[in-house]
């Protein structure tokens, strides 16, 4: 079992750019969550996706966007890039049914926006 | 907004030292705390976790009590050593599954000496 692989590891991207990070979930699991962690910081939640459709969503812009894929893997996408948005950006996986399963994450992608 | 909070860091420690970290939590519902771990350059690995009042979690040493009666969760271990030395963060998150994000603390460095 591979567990939560994300990719890129790194990512260096220039102000005004869009970026897409890639995640695929821990085998069996059906919901997908993404945070963001700054420098220094605990992990903000961003937004969730379960069956294809964002479930959940944190305090974040419109810049900030999902999609869900039939295998249930996930990306994200962040529009017109600020240096603000430079983070480790960490991507979680958790079944469902049960309704109280632990979340596992990946390595994390550190996007750098110069 | 539920919310975690975290003593303030970074913790330094001699090896076979006894390690507190506390943790305290505000929710309007009855959460489950976790307590996750990252190595540098690594994502979060789940610790421990309690899903209940009086409820303990232990893994690899570490041990933690739910304490609803005081809204903790704090971390302890009775002789910690070297490869201890990490981010330790408390988190939590209320059961259903339709707002099952995490809330994290602000984490916490541990370094260990020899």
């Known amino acids: 079992d591979a567990g939560v692989t994300q990719s890129p590891t790194h990512l260096i991207k220039t102000r005004g750019q869009q970026v897409t990070l890639r995640c695929s979930p821990k085998?069996?699991?059906?919901?997908v969550s993404w945070y963001q962690q700054a420098l220094g910081q605990g992990p903000q939640f961003i937004f969730q996706?379960?069956?294809?459709?964002?479930?959940q969503r944190g305090n974040f812009p419109d810049r900030f966007s999902g999609h869900q894929f039939p295998n249930y893997s996930s990306e994200l996408n962040v529009n017109a890039l600020l240096l603000g948005d430079s983070a480790l950006y960490l991507c979680?996986?958790?079944?469902?049914?049960?309704?109280?399963?632990?979340?596992?994450f990946g390595q994390g992608t550190r996007l750098t926006v110069v | 907004g539920d919310s975690v909070t975290q003593m303030e860091g970074p913790v330094t420690l001699s090896e076979e030292a006894f390690l507190t970290i506390n943790c305290t939590y505000t929710?309007?519902?009855?959460?489950?705390l976790f307590w996750y771990v990252q190595y540098p350059g690594e994502g979060l690995q789940l610790l421990l976790k309690?899903?209940?009042?009086?409820d303990k979690g232990s893994n690899k040493g570490f041990e933690a009590t739910y304490r609803k009666e005081t809204t903790s969760f704090h971390l302890e271990k009775g002789s910690v050593q070297v490869s201890d030395s990490a981010v330790y963060f408390c988190?939590?998150?209320?059961?259903?599954?339709?707002?099952?994000?995490?809330?994290f603390g602000k984490g916490i460095t541990l370094s260990v000496r020899p």
């Open positions: 979680a996986s958790s079944l469902e049914a049960g309704g109280n399963t632990e979340a596992f």
């Open positions: 085998s069996g699991h059906d919901t």
């Open positions: 996706y379960y069956e294809e459709e964002e479930r």
């Open positions: 929710a309007t519902g009855y959460p489950s």
């Open positions: 309690a899903t209940k009042a009086d």
């Open positions: 988190a939590l998150r209320m059961r259903t599954g339709a707002n099952s994000k995490l809330t």
